[in-house]
Every structure is written in C-alpha cells, then in structure tokens.
C-alpha cells in the first residue's frame, strides 16, 4: 500500500481529496472484485449521480494481473489513470515498473511523460490538526 496523498481535484470545485493506491491477490475474478469494490463505496455512504462531484469515497480497479478488459462496465486498465497525477505518485510508490499492457510503457515512463500538473503531495496528520 502507498502513503496517503492530499491531491487537487480534477474536473471538479471542492475540497481536496486523499487518495493512496494498494496492490493485492484475489482469487476472485476482475468483476466480481468491482462488484465488492461498489458495495463497499454503498456501504460507507456513496450515492452514484452520475456527474462529477465530491464524493465520501471512491474505489477504482486499476489494473488486474496483465488483463485487458474492455466491457461496458468495467475497462482495465482504468481508461484514466494515465492521465492522472494523483493515481500515478501513489501507484510509482509501490512499483514503479509495472508495466501498463495498453500503452506498453512503465508506470514511471507514464509519470514522467504525464502533462497533468494537478498537486499531489504525501499527506501528514499535522496537515489537519490531528497527532
């Protein structure tokens, strides 16, 4: 798992969020581990509208194995993330080299290649009062 990061938002007006990324195995298969993903986000209180907006939470697959999923529902590698400075700080974190099967490039290429220049800095307590 990365650090936590307080990262501007993207396309939308708000307060910032904190996001981190985790690598785990699952013997699961790519959508029912989305399904577990959104029922999580339902559990803690996350309505879908459809729009962009602040949410209270928001859990994405990134990648699955070296998988290329192309369904209506569920695309992997996530369509975005290689436009996405706070998905990819986190990401070069913990493995730097995984490899994106589309683009054929390493996470570190993708980041250092990236034009988003939204701020994305590892999150301290001390930021918001807390010890």
């Not at 650090?3 to 904190?18: A, D, M, R």
């Not at 996405?84 to 390493?106: A, Q, S």
């Not at 290429?109 to 301290?124: A, E, F, G, T």
């Amino acid at each position: 798992m990365s650090s936590f990061y307080l990262t501007e938002p993207v396309g939308i007006k708000g307060e910032w969020f904190l996001n981190c990324v985790l690598e785990a195995e699952t013997e699961e298969s790519p959508e029912n581990l989305l399904k577990f993903l959104l029922k999580i986000e339902k559990n803690m209180g996350r309505v879908r509208r459809g729009v962009k907006e602040s949410r209270i939470i928001d859990l994405d697959l990134l990648f699955y194995k070296k998988e290329i999923i192309n369904k209506r529902n569920l695309i992997i590698p996530h369509p975005c993330l290689h436009k996405r400075r706070f998905v990819l700080v986190p990401l070069m974190e913990i493995n730097p080299h995984l490899h994106h099967p589309v683009l054929k490039k390493t996470v570190e290429n993708i980041l250092n290649d990236l034009k988003d220049r939204h701020q994305v800095r590892k999150y301290k307590k001390e930021e918001n009062g807390c010890n």
